[in-house]
């Protein structure tokens, strides 16, 4: 299992790159994460100043990075899925997805209800056809979150929104500490059931090592493309949010670059399920 090859919580974060679980990364993404800086400190959306402050958030007495690794480490899963991160929001723990009805659109509506309602009361998500909502940091949908709620699995709850902080972060980002821990905008607990989600794919996927992980993170988004999508993010500058979010040192990088690299190609273009 992916468990034996850590090393403590505390120094997980530096140690990614003695991890050697990979080959040198292609050539072709080689030269990305000076690029990427570059293009993230560009970009309108990521404000680098606020992505230092959910740095400094601490979870069970752990610093955030150390706490994601303690997680995965917990759940058998390799510290490289922090490559999610990027993909699902570029480090905003105030990323809100808002998800139109599709073809499983009724059945996501019934669990997504009660949380589209409070989510359009406070100003989120506004006009109709939204069947589903994507939260924070690991994009935690509605559905997902009520049927793990459900299950009691989660003690996350929708009324928390009533008291989120998402109106204050923008003029003052140290008001992530104080989200309340049943939010899903909490960055403790949405990185809690986001590993708890990923945990339960993989425990779904069949095969062995890299394979199944690859299946796990398509499963966790759903799409067999999701994977490609995956690898250009980290091509084009999400290594440089993990950096600046404290998830990465620079020594590290390419250790996550290799694992993107490894899994893009597992689901094609022609297949439509993971």
């Known amino acids: 299992m992916w468990g034996n090859k850590f090393l403590p919580a505390l120094g997980l974060a530096v140690a990614l790159a003695g991890f050697g679980l990979f080959k040198k990364v292609e050539e072709e993404t080689e030269n990305a994460y000076e690029k990427g800086q570059e293009l993230v400190a560009n970009q309108k959306y ?8 959910v740095a400094r958030v601490s979870c069970n007495g752990l610093p955030l990075a150390a706490y994601f690794y303690r997680l995965a480490q917990d759940y058998n899963l390799p510290p490289q ?3 999610i991160i990027p993909r699902e929001s570029s480090g ?8 139109p009805c599709g073809g499983s659109g009724g059945a996501r509506l019934a669990l997504s209800r009660q949380w589209i309602q409070i989510s359009q009361n406070i100003g989120l998500c506004k006009g109709g056809g939204v069947c589903s909502i994507g939260y924070g940091l690991m994009q935690i949908t509605s559905h997902t979150l009520e049927e793990y709620r459900r299950a009691e699995k989660i003690n996350l709850t929708p009324y928390a929104l009533l008291n989120s902080r998402i109106f204050y972060f923008r003029s003052n980002p140290s008001a992530i500490r104080d989200e309340p821990p049943q939010s899903p905008y909490n960055v403790c607990s ?9 945990r339960d794919k993989y425990k779904s996927c ?6 199944r992980i690859a299946c796990a ?3 966790y988004n759903g799409n067999p493309k ?12 999400g290594t440089g949010i993990l950096v600046k979010l404290g998830f990465l040192k620079d020594d590290a990088v390419d250790i996550v670059k290799d694992f993107v690299v490894k899994i893009a190609g597992f ?3 022609s297949v439509n399920r993971c």
């Open 46 to 53: 990521v404000d680098l100043n606020k992505l230092s402050e």
């Open 81 to 83: 899925v922090i490559a």
């Open 92 to 99: 905003n723990p105030y990323a809100t997805g808002c998800d």
């Open 190 to 198: 949405n990185i809690q059931v986001g590993l708890l989600i990923l």
């Open 206 to 211: 069949g095969g062995e090592g890299i394979s």
């Open 217 to 219: 993170v398509c499963r």
């Open 226 to 237: 999701y994977l490609k999508a995956l690898r250009e993010t980290i091509s084009k500058g």
């Open 267 to 269: 689901f094609g273009f």
